[in-house]
């Protein structure tokens, strides 16, 4: 049974940084497309960014994250990471990463695309 568990969110002042962690169990990380969303109150889940272990471990992100987030992993540690920097007021929301056997059927792919999910974490940024 695969189970991630989201880590890392907190609250920081606009500028600052975080980095958030998800630990994949029960399979081996290389296997999957794995992805950060994000979603506030009222509002579908948002794709962050997302990286293809099959295809070469090739990443994408959102327009409005480009430049300042970074998706990475440690397959040692079977680990996804969301390093955030520059962070703005607008990024404040609940943080999930979610995993999908095989290789991203898409650049960005949407939630629907993803089997396995964290339990959220929650990144507040004030002004």
């Known amino acids: 049974q695969v189970q991630l568990v989201d880590s890392g969110g907190g609250s920081v002042q606009a500028g600052g940084s975080l980095r958030l962690s998800c630990a994949l169990s029960g399979d081996r990380f290389d296997f999957y497309c794995m992805g950060w969303f994000r979603q506030v109150p009222g509002k579908g889940r948002e794709g962050v960014a997302s990286i293809d272990n099959i295809h070469y471990a090739r990443t994408n992100y959102a327009e409005s994250v480009k430049g300042r987030f970074t998706i990475s992993q440690d397959s040692a540690k079977n680990t996804l990471y969301l390093r955030m920097n520059n962070l703005k007021p607008e990024d404040t929301a609940m943080y999930y990463c979610?995993?999908?056997?095989?290789?991203?059927?898409?650049?960005?792919?949407?939630?629907?695309?993803?089997?396995?999910w964290g339990q959220g974490t929650q990144v507040t940024v004030s002004s």
């Open positions: 979610a995993a999908e056997y095989g290789r991203c059927r898409s650049s960005l792919p949407p939630p629907a695309d993803y089997e396995y």
